[in-house]
Structures are given as C-alpha cells and as structure tokens.
C-alpha cells in the first residue's frame, strides 16, 4: 500500500492501459510518478473546468499535496499555511466542501477503465506532446488531458476555426475554403466538434488530407453531439480529439464555455465565421484575446443575425477582418508565414459569478427526474450548502422547482408539474 488507499499494483495497471509507452510506471521504485499521475487523475475528477483554486493549488504545491488533503478529509488550514498571502483559510474551506463530494475511488477508477475501454490516453505536464502554449492558462490549466489520436498534433502549427452552430450556407462554404486553405498550408484545423461551422471546418480539413483537432466539453466516450458520432470518430482515426473532462462526463453548458478557453490556448490564432451577439464561439475570441493571440473574424451581410456578433467584435476590439486563408496565415505567423504575431488583447468574456454557478446547477437537473441536493452537488462540483443556496435563488428566479417528494426539478417540465400537483 502506497500513498492512496487503493493498492499500487492496481492503481499502475489502471495506468498502463492509458499510458502504454510510460516505462516509469514499471519501476516499482519510483513511487513519485505513480502518485503524480494518480494525484491529477484524482483532479480531474474532483474539479469543474477552470477551477482557480485547484489550479493555483497545483501550480505552487504539486498535484499530489492538496489532493491528499481533499481525499483524507483535513482542514483547508493545513493548505492555507503553505501559501500565506494567496488563499485563504474560508477560501480554500469552500473548494474542499465542494471538491469532496466527488472524492470517491469508484468513480477515479471508473474514469481510467472508461478511457481504457474507449481507447483515450492520458497526458499530462511534463509529456512531450503537452501543450507548451497550455502556459497562456495562468489562472485557470487543465490538471491532465485525454486524448484519442494522434497527440503529436498538440506540437504543430494550430488556426482555431469556430462559428454558429446554425450557421447558413455562406458560413459553411468559408468555413469549408478556409479550413481547406489552412490544410494545404500544412496548419492545423482546431475547432469544437460542434455542428455547423466547427463540423464543416473539420470536414473540410480532413477532405484536403490536413489534420484536425476536435476539443470537447465531455468525456471522450460519450462523442457529442451525436449526429457527428462518424465525424468525430473519423477524427480520432486521422486526427485527434481532446478533452480535460474524464470519461463518463456529460458536456454542459458550463464545460462548454470552459472547452473554448482550450480551443484558444492551443491555436496560434482564432477565427470565427459567424456568431450571433451571444454565441458561444465569441467566448474563444475572448479567451484568446485575454492570451495576447491573434483574433480574426469574417464579416457577413450587414443584415445577417448570425453574422452580427463578429461584426461587434470587428467593431470593440483590436481584431483582424478575414476574407481568405492567406489572411490567417498573416494574422497568425507574419507576413512571411512562420513567425507569430505578438499582439495586445482584451480581458475574457466568460461567465463568472452567480450566473455561472446557475447555469452548472441547471444543467445538472435531470429532464425526467427529481434529484436531491448531495447528487446536484456532486454533478456540479460544488459543496452542499453552496448547492441550496443557489437552489433557493433559482427558485425565486421560477427557474427550479422543488417537489412533494423533496426534489428538485426544472421548472416548467412535465415531471416538475405531475410532482407539484
């Protein structure tokens, strides 16, 4: 028995089926890369996308330290004391009662059984196909990354190409010229899986023999959406896909705006093909002027709703109008096509706050059936008590529901009313 209370025999078995190459975890003597491995399997599965806490944790103290704390039930003060100055005692009290409601070993060797079955493989920091550009994330890295494919692509040359999922026929033949561009310029395609634009720039990639990358918000065997299980199969088969969530993760809406920070930091620049004036796909523009990188959008018809977003960002920020593959190339490596630009950008536009808490509690509420509090906060990753006080604030809000059965439902549904009736 080692560090965990799972034996170590087991826990490197468990390993080895995502990590096939990793010669280390043989060596029954170094007892310090097993525990880093399990250690950021373990945060994977406790944290929600872009948790600050957990990552500044990891940053300054390792992986192994604090998970050790989360799973042995001590005081956030024992963390507190290793960083004065930068978390709090009731700060990090907080992650920890949100964090543990997941601190279960059924569902960490769950997430590397359901990776094993699916053929996903495990990176972490130090990997040598780990994303040197990941280091724009300074607020916010991913503890590991799941990968099924071809992880050598995370090294090269990367345009991200995201847009509306309802997109029109003008958005998707420019997705489709400029993905096609870029892969005969030997760039590669990132974008989210989605349908609309992100589908046909994948497509479009994978038709002209270039590579692709899809990044997405759930786990990597559950492919979603649905209606692009060949395509994003077809991915993993000549591309790669990705995600920081483990296996048995469902996407949400949440995950998905957290995804779009990922898109950001792994490509040299963004461009998106429409987006309305709320569309997730101006969450990676924002994401990846925050980073400094290079943003590019392409105009649509002044009376296009699907356009009118880009046509915002071409207006407030310090942003690129794109009309061709050539201009992403110069936008993203120079004049010459090789070296980066090194741009000023704009603060984030993701969800942060109450709504953000909100939204991770609405999309955890099941359409069928009523859930109770300890369940909606293991779903969200948020501590119990956090869970009802925002319950009680949807419920004023006539957004949630609580039944004569004492759980909780959408408001509004089938379910919701048979049980208030």
Sequence with gaps: MGLWTIDDDRLRAALLAVRPDDTALHDEEDAGHLAELVARVVWSVLIEPGDRVAGLLIERLGAVEPARVVLDGASGAVLAARLPGELGADEL???????????????????????????????????????????????SPPALLWARGDASLLRRPSIAVVGARAATGYGEHVAMELAAGLAARDAVVVSGGAYGIDGM?????????????????????????SGHEALLTRIAEQGLLLSEAPCGSAPTKWRFLQRNRL??????????????????????????????????????????????????????????????????????????????????????????????????????????????????????????????????SLELDERVQLGHDGLWRRAGSRASERSAS
């Excluded at 479009?204 to 990044?215: N, Q």
């Excluded at 998106?272 to 980073?291: D, N, P, Q, W, Y």
């Design 93 to 139: 009290e907080a992650a920890l009662a949100r964090w543990r409601p997941r601190a279960r070993w059924a569902d960490i060797l769950r997430a590397l059984e359901g990776a094993a079955r699916c053929g996903a493989h495990l990176i972490v920091p130090g990997d040598p196909t780990w994303p040197e550009s990941f280091l724009a994330l300074t607020d």
């Design 263 to 392: 898109i950001a930091a792994l490509a040299d620049a963004t461009v998106v093909i429409e987006a309305g004036r709320r569309s997730g796909a101006l969450s990676t523009a924002g994401h990846a002027l925050g980073m400094g990188r290079p943003v590019g959008l392409v105009p649509g018809p002044i009376t296009s709703a699907a356009s009118a977003g880009c046509h915002h960002f071409l207006r407030a920020f310090e942003t690129t109008l794109i009309t061709s593959a050539a201009d992403v190339m110069r936008l993203a490596y120079g004049d010459d096509g090789v070296l980066p630009l090194d741009e000023a950008g704009e603060e984030s536009t993701r969800p942060t706050g109450q709504s953000a808490l909100h939204t991770r509690v609405l999309d955890a509420l099941r359409p069928r059936r009523g859930m109770g509090v300890e369940e909606i906060a293991r779903a969200v990753g948020e501590s119990p008590a956090t869970i009802r006080g925002a319950l009680g």
């Design 201 to 225: 720039a994948h497509r479009a990639a994978l038709a002209s023999g270039g590579a692709t990358i899809a990044v997405l918000a759930g786990g990597l065997d559950r492919l979603y959406p």
